[in-house]
Protein backbone atom coordinates (compact mmCIF):
# COMPACT_ATOMS: atom_id res chain seq x y z
CA UNK A 1 0.00 0.00 0.00
CA UNK A 2 1.25 3.51 -0.42
CA UNK A 3 1.90 5.72 2.50
CA UNK A 4 5.08 6.07 4.77
CA UNK A 5 7.45 3.90 4.96
CA UNK A 6 10.31 3.59 8.09
CA UNK A 7 13.25 1.58 8.27
CA UNK A 8 14.37 -0.60 10.32
CA UNK A 9 11.04 -1.60 12.75
CA UNK A 10 13.13 -2.27 15.12
CA UNK A 11 17.21 -1.19 16.54
CA UNK A 12 18.99 -2.16 19.42
CA UNK A 13 22.49 -0.23 19.97
CA UNK A 14 24.91 0.84 22.52
CA UNK A 15 25.77 4.38 24.07
CA UNK A 16 27.86 6.22 21.79
CA UNK A 17 26.90 4.65 18.65
CA UNK A 18 25.29 6.39 15.70
CA UNK A 19 22.58 5.32 13.15
CA UNK A 20 19.98 6.58 10.66
CA UNK A 21 16.16 6.13 11.07
CA UNK A 22 14.85 6.09 7.30
CA UNK A 23 11.64 7.53 6.16
CA UNK A 24 10.25 7.75 2.79
CA UNK A 25 6.68 8.39 1.28
CA UNK A 26 5.10 8.29 -2.06
CA UNK A 27 2.08 10.71 -1.31
CA UNK A 28 4.20 13.14 -2.99
CA UNK A 29 3.64 15.34 -0.19
CA UNK A 30 5.55 18.33 1.15
CA UNK A 31 5.47 18.27 4.51
CA UNK A 32 7.34 15.37 6.50
CA UNK A 33 8.13 15.17 10.17
CA UNK A 34 9.61 13.36 12.78
CA UNK A 35 8.17 12.62 16.49
CA UNK A 36 9.35 10.45 19.07
CA UNK A 37 6.39 9.01 21.32
CA UNK A 38 7.52 7.95 24.97
CA UNK A 39 5.04 6.24 27.67
CA UNK A 40 2.74 9.08 29.01
CA UNK A 41 4.07 11.70 26.70
CA UNK A 42 2.20 11.47 23.61
CA UNK A 43 4.17 12.24 20.36
CA UNK A 44 6.71 14.82 20.61
CA UNK A 45 7.86 16.65 17.57
CA UNK A 46 11.19 16.26 16.23
CA UNK A 47 12.22 18.48 13.51
CA UNK A 48 10.07 18.56 10.37
CA UNK A 49 10.25 19.88 7.03
CA UNK A 50 7.80 22.10 5.48
CA UNK A 51 8.95 21.53 2.01
CA UNK A 52 12.23 20.10 -0.06
CA UNK A 53 15.34 21.93 0.90
CA UNK A 54 13.98 23.26 4.48
CA UNK A 55 14.47 22.02 8.18
CA UNK A 56 12.99 23.22 11.16
CA UNK A 57 13.31 22.26 14.93
CA UNK A 58 10.94 20.84 17.14
CA UNK A 59 9.80 20.48 20.66
CA UNK A 60 12.77 18.15 21.01
CA UNK A 61 15.44 18.06 18.66
CA UNK A 62 18.52 18.06 20.71
CA UNK A 63 20.87 15.28 20.24
CA UNK A 64 19.40 14.91 16.63
CA UNK A 65 19.70 15.28 12.91
CA UNK A 66 17.67 15.82 10.13
CA UNK A 67 18.52 15.28 6.52
CA UNK A 68 15.45 16.09 3.58
CA UNK A 69 17.15 14.17 0.63
CA UNK A 70 14.47 14.61 -1.66
CA UNK A 71 10.89 15.25 -2.19
CA UNK A 72 10.23 11.35 -0.88
CA UNK A 73 12.80 11.17 1.73
CA UNK A 74 13.72 12.60 5.58
CA UNK A 75 16.30 11.13 7.29
CA UNK A 76 16.61 11.50 11.04
CA UNK A 77 20.16 10.82 12.56
CA UNK A 78 21.71 10.31 16.20
CA UNK A 79 25.34 10.92 15.80
CA UNK A 80 25.88 9.61 19.47
CA UNK A 81 22.58 7.40 21.21
CA UNK A 82 21.88 7.98 24.54
CA UNK A 83 19.31 5.83 26.20
CA UNK A 84 17.39 8.53 26.67
CA UNK A 85 16.85 8.35 22.83
CA UNK A 86 15.35 4.99 23.52
CA UNK A 87 12.02 5.35 22.37
CA UNK A 88 9.21 4.60 19.39
CA UNK A 89 9.84 7.22 16.36
CA UNK A 90 7.79 8.38 14.16
CA UNK A 91 7.66 9.53 10.63
CA UNK A 92 4.80 11.52 9.11
CA UNK A 93 3.76 13.55 6.28
CA UNK A 94 1.19 15.78 4.92
CA UNK A 95 -0.04 16.90 1.79
CA UNK A 96 0.73 20.78 1.63
CA UNK A 97 3.76 22.83 2.62
CA UNK A 98 2.39 23.65 5.87
CA UNK A 99 0.37 21.39 8.26
CA UNK A 100 -2.43 23.56 7.74
CA UNK A 101 -5.66 21.40 7.88
CA UNK A 102 -4.40 18.31 6.19
CA UNK A 103 -3.77 15.52 8.37
CA UNK A 104 -0.82 13.33 9.06
CA UNK A 105 -0.12 10.16 7.17
CA UNK A 106 2.29 8.48 9.82
CA UNK A 107 4.96 5.75 9.57
CA UNK A 108 4.46 2.65 11.47
CA UNK A 109 7.13 3.80 13.70
CA UNK A 110 10.84 2.64 14.29
CA UNK A 111 11.06 1.00 18.05
CA UNK A 112 14.81 1.88 18.97
CA UNK A 113 16.70 0.94 22.37
CA UNK A 114 20.18 2.28 23.37
CA UNK A 115 21.53 -0.20 25.97
CA UNK B 1 2.54 28.49 23.20
CA UNK B 2 -0.28 25.91 22.88
CA UNK B 3 -0.91 23.15 24.75
CA UNK B 4 -3.41 20.45 24.39
CA UNK B 5 -4.86 18.40 28.01
CA UNK B 6 -6.01 14.89 27.72
CA UNK B 7 -6.80 14.68 31.62
CA UNK B 8 -7.87 11.16 31.25
CA UNK B 9 -5.29 8.90 31.53
CA UNK B 10 -7.26 5.45 31.14
CA UNK B 11 -10.29 4.45 30.46
CA UNK B 12 -11.92 1.11 31.27
CA UNK B 13 -15.37 0.14 30.46
CA UNK B 14 -17.42 -2.57 29.53
CA UNK B 15 -18.61 -3.43 26.38
CA UNK B 16 -21.02 -1.89 24.67
CA UNK B 17 -21.25 1.06 27.00
CA UNK B 18 -20.48 4.97 25.85
CA UNK B 19 -17.57 6.52 26.10
CA UNK B 20 -16.34 10.25 26.12
CA UNK B 21 -12.82 10.86 25.71
CA UNK B 22 -11.90 14.99 26.79
CA UNK B 23 -9.59 17.19 25.20
CA UNK B 24 -9.05 21.01 26.62
CA UNK B 25 -6.71 22.53 24.22
CA UNK B 26 -5.19 26.73 24.85
CA UNK B 27 -4.15 28.78 22.16
CA UNK B 28 -4.47 32.53 21.32
CA UNK B 29 -4.75 32.16 17.41
CA UNK B 30 -8.34 32.36 15.97
CA UNK B 31 -7.30 29.84 13.46
CA UNK B 32 -6.14 26.89 13.83
CA UNK B 33 -7.03 22.71 13.21
CA UNK B 34 -8.23 20.30 15.86
CA UNK B 35 -7.42 16.56 15.08
CA UNK B 36 -8.09 13.16 16.71
CA UNK B 37 -5.85 9.73 16.31
CA UNK B 38 -6.31 6.66 17.20
CA UNK B 39 -3.42 4.09 18.44
CA UNK B 40 -4.48 0.34 18.21
CA UNK B 41 -2.54 -1.80 20.18
CA UNK B 42 -0.63 -2.54 16.78
CA UNK B 43 1.32 0.70 17.09
CA UNK B 44 0.15 2.28 14.16
CA UNK B 45 -1.56 5.84 13.87
CA UNK B 46 -4.48 6.46 12.00
CA UNK B 47 -6.32 9.58 11.31
CA UNK B 48 -9.96 9.68 12.94
CA UNK B 49 -11.21 13.66 12.37
CA UNK B 50 -10.11 17.35 11.47
CA UNK B 51 -12.16 20.49 12.57
CA UNK B 52 -11.02 23.82 11.99
CA UNK B 53 -11.32 26.64 14.38
CA UNK B 54 -14.17 28.35 12.14
CA UNK B 55 -16.29 25.04 12.24
CA UNK B 56 -18.11 24.24 15.39
CA UNK B 57 -20.79 21.69 13.77
CA UNK B 58 -20.81 18.23 15.75
CA UNK B 59 -19.93 15.61 13.67
CA UNK B 60 -21.06 11.66 13.62
CA UNK B 61 -19.52 9.16 11.53
CA UNK B 62 -21.32 5.71 12.82
CA UNK B 63 -20.54 4.72 16.55
CA UNK B 64 -18.18 8.17 16.66
CA UNK B 65 -19.32 11.48 17.63
CA UNK B 66 -17.22 14.59 17.74
CA UNK B 67 -18.24 17.61 19.78
CA UNK B 68 -16.33 21.02 19.54
CA UNK B 69 -16.94 23.94 21.78
CA UNK B 70 -14.93 27.06 21.21
CA UNK B 71 -16.53 28.38 24.89
CA UNK B 72 -14.88 25.73 26.46
CA UNK B 73 -12.02 24.94 24.50
CA UNK B 74 -12.73 21.59 24.15
CA UNK B 75 -12.99 18.83 21.26
CA UNK B 76 -14.33 15.97 22.60
CA UNK B 77 -14.84 12.46 21.44
CA UNK B 78 -17.69 9.91 21.79
CA UNK B 79 -18.09 6.00 21.14
CA UNK B 80 -21.24 4.97 21.62
CA UNK B 81 -21.86 1.21 22.37
CA UNK B 82 -18.31 0.70 22.49
CA UNK B 83 -16.58 -2.65 20.92
CA UNK B 84 -13.55 -4.04 22.09
CA UNK B 85 -11.93 -3.15 18.85
CA UNK B 86 -12.28 0.35 19.89
CA UNK B 87 -9.23 -0.49 22.71
CA UNK B 88 -6.60 1.66 21.90
CA UNK B 89 -4.99 4.91 22.38
CA UNK B 90 -6.28 7.95 21.45
CA UNK B 91 -4.50 11.53 20.58
CA UNK B 92 -5.92 14.72 20.79
CA UNK B 93 -4.05 17.44 18.87
CA UNK B 94 -3.77 21.41 18.00
CA UNK B 95 -1.84 22.60 15.03
CA UNK B 96 -1.90 26.29 14.82
CA UNK B 97 0.20 28.71 13.16
CA UNK B 98 3.94 29.11 14.14
CA UNK B 99 6.35 31.74 13.59
CA UNK B 100 6.61 32.10 9.91
CA UNK B 101 3.79 30.95 9.18
CA UNK B 102 4.03 27.36 9.09
CA UNK B 103 1.58 25.02 11.70
CA UNK B 104 2.97 22.83 13.75
CA UNK B 105 0.79 20.54 15.82
CA UNK B 106 1.48 19.58 18.87
CA UNK B 107 -0.76 16.03 20.81
CA UNK B 108 -2.07 15.52 23.98
CA UNK B 109 -0.92 12.68 25.90
CA UNK B 110 -3.20 10.26 25.16
CA UNK B 111 -6.10 8.36 26.43
CA UNK B 112 -5.63 4.53 26.61
CA UNK B 113 -9.39 2.80 26.40
CA UNK B 114 -9.77 -0.62 27.17
CA UNK B 115 -13.25 -2.06 26.49
CA UNK B 116 -13.46 -5.18 27.95
CA UNK B 117 -16.05 -8.04 26.83
Known amino acids: NAGVTQTPKFQVLKTGQSMTLQCAQD?????MYWYRQDPGMGLRLIYY???????DKGEVPNGYNVSRLNKREFSLRLESAAPSQTSVYFCASAPVEIFSNQPQHFGDGTRLSIL | AQKVTQAQTEISVVEKEDVTLDCVYETRDTTYYLFWYKQPPSGELVFLIRRNSFDEQNEISGRYSWNFQKSTSSFNFTITASQVVDSAVYFCALSEVAAGGSYIPTFGRGTSLIVHP
Open chain 1, 27 to 31: MNHNS
Open chain 1, 49 to 55: SASEGTT
